[in-house]
């Protein structure tokens, strides 16, 4: 099953009937407030299209607490050499401008549930009729051992945007002929499940490009398998050779310790000593204001009705994005835009009295392994029995011809203009 254009220009869903779900609309007031946390795939999306299909009726306010936005999807095409920094960096201007949106550049400290008030930074409150909780992931350091928030600097995630994704590159650039990279992948569920892999083959890339060929890149996996892993590692093995070596638990017998100070790796199996450059991506969770609001249980995601994206905690908070359990659905930006979609869908039918339609879902994940070589992989997916289920699936295959992953990737390039000008034109 191919995606149509539609689904992946636009990746629009749709959502059951309001009335159905037994949530009164709120209409008595001059104008509904809805406010969203979080200026991402999901946040943006979903202040936008609530203002824009609210028609006037609801007063939509964004909380996001940076002047721009960095996309981590893309990011892995910065670190290889595919696009520029200042390409993956968007701003929120026509979102106030074209939408009548409230920018507030504050952080949004915690949630008061009970009044229906989001606590921002400076100590002032937001109260809101809806809130849209799209907070992204916070990052366990304490699942790797002997890594910590302090060793970020020198064993670097580059698994939330800035300064940690350019930081990724310089590591890179600084690797010596015949260095080792040691990357240390996450377990699941986190952000992106293709991405370490796609990273990791962005490496290969720019070492053998800058004659760096006698380096390695070596994955230490908590995972026994991992997305795309039958398209990935034949085309490893076909563009760089043994370049890239990936363990599984079994091989490598689990991290038992890193060395920021040394650059040592230590797994049951081998000590990777005076390590060139050392990317750990930890374990991840909800972000900390939904885990503290008592939306998601300690160290997890946050559950949600599937049909409308609501917190089973709380009926007048949505959650998408990365911050909740979608079920079959990745934590990709896709996923994120298109659930931000229902969100809004829903949201406009119980304050403003608009159309609602069941809910449908779609998602593709593309991941560059050289020059004009994509991959993807991707589905349909439906509520059912509770959750999220996905209903059709395709993946690229082995094998494939040259023309095929030039087109995927001609259709990655053209995805990320169009969900960006979806998000923030």
């Known amino acids: ?79 290889g050499g595919f696009k520029s920094y200042d390409q993956i960096v968007h701003r929120y201007d026509a979102l106030t401008t074209a939408y009548g949106i409230t920018l507030v550049r504050q952080r949004a400290a915690r949630i008061d549930r009970d009044r229906k ?153 081998e000590t990777y000593e005076n390590c060139a450059f050392v990317n750990v991506i930890p374990a991840q969770m909800a972000g900390a204001i939904a885990r503290e609001a008592g939306l998601a249980p300690a160290g997890g995601y946050c559950a949600i009705d599937p049909a409308t994206m609501k917190s089973t905690a709380d009926p007048a908070i949505f959650v998408l994005g990365d911050a909740c359990n979608a079920g079959d659905m990745p934590k990709s930006a896709f996923s994120a835009n298109n659930q931000a979609k229902i969100v809004a869908m829903v949201a406009c039918a119980e304050l403003a009295g608009g159309p609602a339609f069941p809910a449908r879902y779609f998602n593709t994940c593309w991941s560059l392994v050289g020059p004009d070589d994509a991959i993807k992989v991707g589905g349909r997916y439906e509520p059912k029995d509770g959750r999220i289920a996905a209903t059709e699936t395709f993946i690229s295959q082995p094998g494939e011809s040259d023309e095929v992953r030039r087109q995927t990737q001609a259709e990655n390039l053209a995805w990320y203009e169009a969900i960006c000008a979806d998000m923030f034109t």
Not at 51 to 68: C, F, K, P, S
Not at 167 to 172: F, N, Q, S
């Open 1 to 79: 099953m191919k995606p149509t254009r539609r689904d992946l220009i636009i990746g629009a869903g749709t959502i059951t009937a309001s009335g159905a779900l037994g949530v009164p609309a709120v209409l008595g007031q001059a104008k509904a407030r809805v406010v969203v946390i979080g200026g991402g795939a999901g946040g943006a999306t979903a202040a936008k299209y609530i203002a824009r299909d609210g028609h006037g009726a609801i007063a939509v306010t964004l909380v996001e607490e940076n002047e721009t936005y960095q996309s981590c999807f893309h990011s892995n095409l910065y670190i």
């Open 117 to 269: 008030e989001v606590v921002l930074g400076d100590g002032s409150r937001l109260p809101y009729d809806r809130l849209v909780l799209s907070p992204g992931i916070d990052l366990k350091y304490d699942s790797v051992p002997g890594w910590s928030q302090a060793a970020e600097e020198v064993m670097p995630h580059g698994w939330k945007p800035g300064r940690q994704t350019r930081l990724i590159r310089e590591k890179l650039d600084a690797v010596p002929d015949g260095g080792t990279i040691v990357m240390i992948a996450p377990p699941n569920p986190y952000r992106c499940p293709p991405g370490p892999y796609e990273r990791a083959s962005m490496f290969a890339h720019i070492l053998t490009s800058t004659g760096r060929t006698k380096a390695r890149v070596v994955i230490l996996d908590p995972k026994d398998s991992f997305s795309k892993q039958g398209v990935f590692m034949p085309d490893w093995e076909k563009r760089y050779g043994a370049m890239i070596e990936w363990l599984s638990p079994r091989v490598h017998d689990g991290i038992k310790s890193v060395d920021p100070a040394s650059g040592t790796v230590v797994t049951g199996f």
